[in-house]
């Protein structure tokens, strides 16, 4: 069976403090890890994948195979990165993506 | 591209109606999938189809129907709506265990 955990319902930073949403995932092969956005009102959208190791929006991601984490990270968080986060897994040979519970995430000015 | 459209966005129900939701992509992918999503629950998978004539149960299938006729269209239906289905909807398709590409979501509640 493949899980995502996002231990953190809630997470509330200043404008221009670093930002850690943290992602553990079980998995017993080797997955496929993303995190997806929703904006206010808007569709769910794709911010990352492990594979791609890029950073997008001044956002990086790095698979810790060893703590099975995938945690997500911006050194300076901006107001326009208030959203909610979900961290999302593939494994195995098929396309099910299983979705953590998401991290709302709030950036006071 | 209008990538993955859903309709309709909203939609209120009487308990035990039934309805349709739709969804269509555009992008020729053989992958779809339908989500609830919940407050504290996240998202959870429903449906899924991996191509025209296939469908497979997710983690909360009960009280949902589904079928793929077409690379194209996934519809969603709810043969005797309850107020536990109370939910935004999302359509979901992707190609090869690449990016997932949602609707907009249609939200749905039963009284």
């Known amino acids: 069976a493949q899980r995502v955990t996002q231990p953190e319902k809630l997470l509330s930073v200043f404008k221009g403090a670093p930002v850690e949403l943290k992602c553990n995932y079980s998995?017993?092969?080797?997955?496929?890890l993303f995190w997806y956005v929703q904006y206010s009102r808007q569709r769910l959208q794709l911010l990352l994948r492990h594979i791609s190791r890029e950073s997008i929006k001044g956002f990086t991601a790095d698979l810790n195979k060893g703590e099975t984490s995938f945690h997500l990270k911006k050194p300076f968080a901006q107001e326009e990165d208030s959203a909610m986060y979900y961290c999302?897994?593939?494994?195995?040979?098929?396309?099910?993506?299983?979705f953590g519970k998401g991290t709302l995430l709030t950036v006071n000015p | 591209n209008a990538g993955v459209t859903q309709t309709p966005k909203f939609q209120v129900l009487k308990t035990g109606q039934s309805m349709t939701l739709q969804c269509a992509q555009d992008?020729?992918?053989?992958?779809m999938s339908w989500y609830r999503q919940d407050p504290g629950m996240g998202l959870r998978l429903i449906h899924y189809s991996v191509g025209a004539g296939i469908t497979d149960q997710g983690e909360v299938p009960n009280g949902y129907n589904v079928s793929r006729s077409t690379t194209e269209d996934f519809p969603l239906r709810l043969l005797s709506a309850a107020p536990s289905q109370t939910s935004v909807y999302f359509c979901?398709?992707?190609?090869?265990?690449?990016?997932?590409?949602f609707g907009q979501g249609t939200r749905l509640t039963v009284v």
């Open positions: 979901a398709s992707s190609s090869d265990r690449a990016e997932a590409f």
């Open positions: 999302a897994l593939i494994g195995g040979s098929n396309y099910k993506l299983t």
């Open positions: 992008m020729n992918h053989e992958y």
């Open positions: 998995y017993s092969g080797s997955p496929e």
